[in-house]
T-cell receptor, first 114, second 111 residues
Framework: DAGITQSPRHKVTETGTPVTLRCHQT?????MYWYRQDPGHGLRLIHY???????DKGEVSDGYSVSRSKTEDFLLTLESATSSQTSVYFC?????????????FGPGTRLLVL | KQEVTQIPAALSVPEGENLVLNCSFT??????LQWFRQDPGKGLTSLLL???SQREQTSGRLNASLDKSSGRSTLYIAASQPGDSATYLC??????????WGAGTKLIIKP
């Protein structure tokens, strides 16, 4: 298994509260991704990173920010959590941009915003 | 805008049957297509990756095909087992290398 951990694994928070999710990898892969998964939808890309301090927006980036100060860590921040951000969040890593390599996923973080 | 559809959303079959899961996509300009497996409460595991120039890939009892011109892929599972019960997702790699995902097919294999 690829060395990817996510913390916390479960979190309950209140509307308006800031929340930070952490993804940590031990594979030294260049690319890291944050997705959310909701019932009836496939995974949707929030943000991704292609190197330290290099990030870009995905399909559903509104309300989220990210930071990558080290190769191994990719942080996802909800500045002011809303109930619509209740979801399961997955981190993924890949060696390349995707042409010939797959993505490896962490175990997910379940976030409930009350 | 690329859209990926998986039908059916759920499927239940007796153990031992061969089965086919379907994935369709709207834009044939893809780099690759991947099939993933997701077990409850866990992350996703890559099963097969088919490059856009390939027609199929095989791994054990799994065979995935790709027909870009018709915008379709199938995942064939031979001699199904209860351990195959999971949600299967397909994803296509778009022009910006981002993955576009289907919503998945939940598969239940009855002993």
């Amino acid at each position: 298994d690829a060395g990817i951990t996510q913390s916390p694994r479960h979190k309950v928070t209140e509307t308006g509260t800031p929340v930070t999710l952490r993804c940590h990898q031990t594979e030294n892969h260049r690319y890291m991704y944050w997705y959310r998964q909701d019932p009836g939808h496939g995974l949707r890309l929030i943000h991704y990173s292609y190197g330290v301090k290099d990030t870009d927006k995905g399909e559903v980036s509104d309300g989220y920010s990210v930071s990558r100060s080290k190769t191994e860590d990719f942080l996802l921040t909800l500045e002011s959590a809303t109930s619509s951000q209740t979801s399961v969040y997955f981190c993924a890593i890949s060696e390349s941009r995707g042409d010939e390599k797959t993505q490896y996923f962490g175990p997910g973080t379940r976030l409930l915003v009350l | 805008k690329q859209e990926v559809t998986q039908i059916p959303a759920a499927l239940s079959v007796p153990e031992g049957e061969n089965l086919v899961l379907n994935c369709s996509f709207t834009d044939s300009a893809i780099y690759n297509l991947q099939w993933f497996r997701q077990d409850p409460g866990k992350g996703l595991t890559s099963l097969l990756l088919i490059q856009s120039s390939q027609r199929e890939q095989t791994s054990g009892r799994l065979n995935a095909s790709l027909d870009k011109s018709s915008g379709r892929s199938t995942l064939y599972i031979a001699a199904s087992q209860p351990g195959d019960s999971a949600t299967y997702l397909c994803a296509v790699s778009a022009s910006n290398y981002q993955l576009i995902w289907g919503a998945g097919t939940k598969l239940i294999i009855k002993p």
